[in-house]
């Protein structure tokens, strides 16, 4: 089913909408993530952005429209004119191409560093525990996480434990990565580290990224294109060089100024 | 009072068998209590009303009519349907319907304790909704019911001297006949408390073991004194106190 | 009367009135009995609060043996050992005691929960020990108790048809009775099962609504 073809995008979002109860979060969203691109989303708070991710990785569900990842149908399909949900078999499939990274890490405390990364490449995708303790002490090398491999989670700082969630996810051989503000609840002196690694990933893999972040000038460096949101709705899209320093939109230069105090 | 004692002595087997006949409704009716209280635990969050309602109907159910009386309902009525059980099959059934009752909800508790965060993780690690809960979430909250479980085992305990009166041969049964051959109510009943109190004490000190193990697996084990491993603590979890227990379940 | 039919309306209506009396008597023993639990409980956790060793560990020693041990097996040893109380008195007392063990629990956290700053500042306001005790740490730790005594208030409810054992005609006793004397239980413990929910299920919504406001 997987069509990695030049010409069929990785994520495509057909007039997405989602309310929580009364209220609009996003409106008939429509956008495309061609294959290995890296996006970052901007905006205010409360502008839809992590609302983006979390519908990607189904942590919410869609109140309308279609999500295909790689052009297949992966939360809701259409059936004639019916709109359903995808059952979850056929879910996971596709969510096996997906990955995240959160704000606030959500390591399995009741795991050592090795346990978490090799939890699902053993029991979902059903590698061999050699294989995938193999791949875990790549990835752990690649964070700087190598020393800290039979380590309990809690012993680690919050830079370490990012460092590890992002090895956790890349274990798991994503086409897609989603990175819902990675550093926001670091300590400033931690965030250069995280977005070292993820610079490094960035420019090591070819896998597709989706950024929610505040760190714009990480943005500006890694992504190939950025998007404005407000009130749900795409404002503006750019590259970054324009989105940064010419922004055409009223929305992104009042938006622009109060993030970067300039 | 050398009387008593060698008759003491003398009843030393019969207390053997006593002993044995509290820790098989004890066991059975902790080991059916927790199945109920996993099932009616997980059932009493789900979304579907279809499964929520009819947990929350049969949890409130239990908690609210007496122990007493399930257990003689059980014993007196359902032979009117054509249910004939064993009286011990009737007791661990009564123990473990009622204080599974009870003990869904330290689960449902230990389970909404467990960070949202957790869910979405082995979400986005594309996990089955059983590998989710056997291997992430059950072992966070494991940790968290334990001490309330404890005492709900105690409870149980203390509730399964009701059995003496549909004729269970328990340690209430031993006490009464001891009783009976000595003619000292003080001796007898006082032997018969220390023998429960005995029975309740090694149960807490094994629970405390348990939970020692279930902390040291999330990294917080700290290794306790012995004073603390033996120490018959109350439950000290301050968002878990909440849920309504029966005596000395947490309301502290 | 029909013989086929397991449930008999013409004997639940005939037991209901003894059943109504007999939860009057359970309601009579659990408040009563509550009175002492939160009486003496008070007493023991402010006990347990002193410095003297000679006083503590035997009182914990009491306390966890109360509490760790059958409330059935004490009420019927009680009630043996003083044949000149009657058994509604050895219910409520017996009951009251059980409970106090718990209760001080209750108030060692609620008293635990006070805050610092409070016992500071009775302090930097000069008041005195008891002063202190009574003015300022007992309001508030009261306070955070409510919740637990409204708890165990509804368990004690619950647990008085132990009382059935020494001869206190509660209202499971008076439906034990009725069912050995016509050899029909199913209308009778039906009927008083329902009766415990339909007190103690709107009881604990009330106290759970109380957690909610003083949490």
Do not use: C
């Not at chain 2, 199945?35 to 009616?40: G, K, P």
């Not at chain 2, 105690?154 to 328990?170: E, F, M, N, P, R």
């Not at chain 3, 509550?34 to 023991?44: Q, R, T, Y």
């Not at chain 3, 415990?196 to 759970?208: H, I």
């Amino acid at each position: 089913m997987t069509n990695t073809s030049g010409d069929v995008p990785a994520i495509e979002f057909r007039d997405v909408t989602k309310r929580f109860g009364d209220n609009v979060v996003l409106d008939g969203l429509n956008f495309s993530v061609p294959q290995g691109q890296r996006i970052t989303l901007i905006g205010p708070s409360g502008s839809g952005k992590t609302t983006i991710l979390r519908l990607l990785m189904t942590l919410e569900e869609l109140s309308g429209g279609l999500i295909l990842i790689d052009g297949d149908p992966y939360t809701h399909e259409y059936k004639g004119e019916k709109w359903v949900a995808v059952p979850e078999k056929r879910r996971r499939v596709v969510r096996n191409r997906v990955g995240m990274v959160f704000q606030q890490f959500n390591l399995f405390p009741n795991m050592t560093v090795l346990e978490n990364i090799i939890e699902s490449p053993v029991h979902v995708l059903g590698k061999s525990k050699a294989e995938a303790i193999a791949d875990a002490e790549r990835l752990l090398e690649k964070v700087g996480m190598s020393e800290k491999r039979d380590f309990n989670t809690n012993q680690l700082s919050g830079g370490q434990q990012q460092r590890v969630a992002i090895a956790r996810a890349l274990a798991m051989d994503p086409e897609i990565l989603l990175l819902d503000e990675v550093t926001s609840a670091l300590d400033p002196e931690i965030v250069a580290d995280v977005l070292d690694v993820l610079r490094e990933i960035a420019e090591t893999t070819d896998i597709t990224m989706l950024l929610v972040t505040h760190e714009m000038q990480f943005a500006r460096e890694v992504s190939d294109r950025v998007l404005m949101f407000d009130k749900g709705q795409i404002v503006e899209e750019a590259d970054p060089e324009t989105m940064f320093t010419n922004p055409s939109h009223e929305r992104t230069k009042e938006f622009l100024k109060a993030v970067l105090g300039g | 009072m050398t009387d008593d004692i060698q008759e003491l002595i003398d009843r030393l087997p019969a207390l053997g068998d006593a002993v044995l006949v509290t820790l098989e409704m004890t066991l059975g009716g902790a080991l059916l209590a927790i199945v109920i209280a996993v099932v009616l635990g997980f059932g009493s969050r789900t979304q579907s009303l279809w499964v929520r309602g009819p947990s929350r109907v049969i949890v409130e159910f239990f908690r609210g009519t007496s122990l007493v009386v399930q257990l003689f309902w059980l014993f007196y009525v359902l032979p009117v349907f054509g249910f004939k059980m064993e009286a011990l099959a009737v007791a661990i059934v009564a123990l473990g319907l009622n204080y599974g009752a009870y003990a869904s909800e330290v689960v449902r508790g230990s389970i909404a304790s467990v960070p949202q965060g957790q869910w979405e993780a082995a979400t986005a690690l594309n996990m089955t909704w059983f590998h989710k809960v056997r291997r992430v979430i059950f072992p966070q909250a494991w940790a968290l019911m334990i001490p309330m479980l404890a005492n709900l085992l105690i409870q149980l305990v203390k509730g399964s001297a009701l059995a003496y009166y549909i004729t269970l041969q328990d340690v209430n049964f031993w006490t009464v006949e001891l009783r009976r051959a000595t003619a000292d109510t003080f001796f007898s009943y006082t032997a018969g408390l220390i023998v429960y109190f005995i029975i309740a004490y090694l149960l807490t000190w094994g629970m405390n073991i348990l939970e020692e193990r279930a902390k040291r697996r999330l990294g917080r084990g700290t290794r306790p004194t012995l004073r603390e491993t033996f120490s018959l603590k109350p439950p000290t979890n301050p968002r878990l106190a909440n849920t309504q227990m029966p005596a000395g379940g947490g309301a502290a | 009367m029909n013989d086929d039919s397991i449930w008999d309306w013409e004997r639940a209506w005939e037991v209901l009135p003894d059943l109504l009396a007999g939860l009057w008597v359970t309601i009579q023993i659990t408040v009563l009995g509550m009175i002492i639990a939160s009486v003496l409980g008070l007493f023991i956790a402010l006990a347990m609060r002193t410095p003297s060793k000679w006083l503590t560990t035997p009182l914990k020693f009491l306390v966890d043996f109360i509490r760790m041990t059958p409330v059935l097996v004490q009420l019927v040893f009680v009630y043996l050992l003083l044949t000149a109380v009657p058994g509604y008195v050895v219910g409520f007392v017996v009951l009251g005691v059980h409970y106090a063990t718990y209760m001080s629990e209750v108030y060692r956290a609620g008293i635990e929960a006070v805050p610092k700053g409070q016992w500071e500042a009775a302090t930097a306001l000069n008041m005195s020990k008891g002063r202190t005790w009574r003015a300022v740490i007992l309001p508030q730790a009261i306070r955070n108790t409510l919740p637990g005594l409204g708890n165990y208030a509804i368990s004690m409810f619950k647990e008085t048809p132990f009382l059935f054992a020494i001869s206190v005609t509660e209202m499971y006793k008076a439906g034990q009775d009725y069912g050995a004397n016509t050899f029909s239980y199913i209308e009778a413990l039906t009927m008083v099962g329902l009766l415990f929910l339909a007190v103690s299920y709107p009881t604990s919504l009330l106290v759970r609504r109380m957690e909610i406001r003083l949490a």
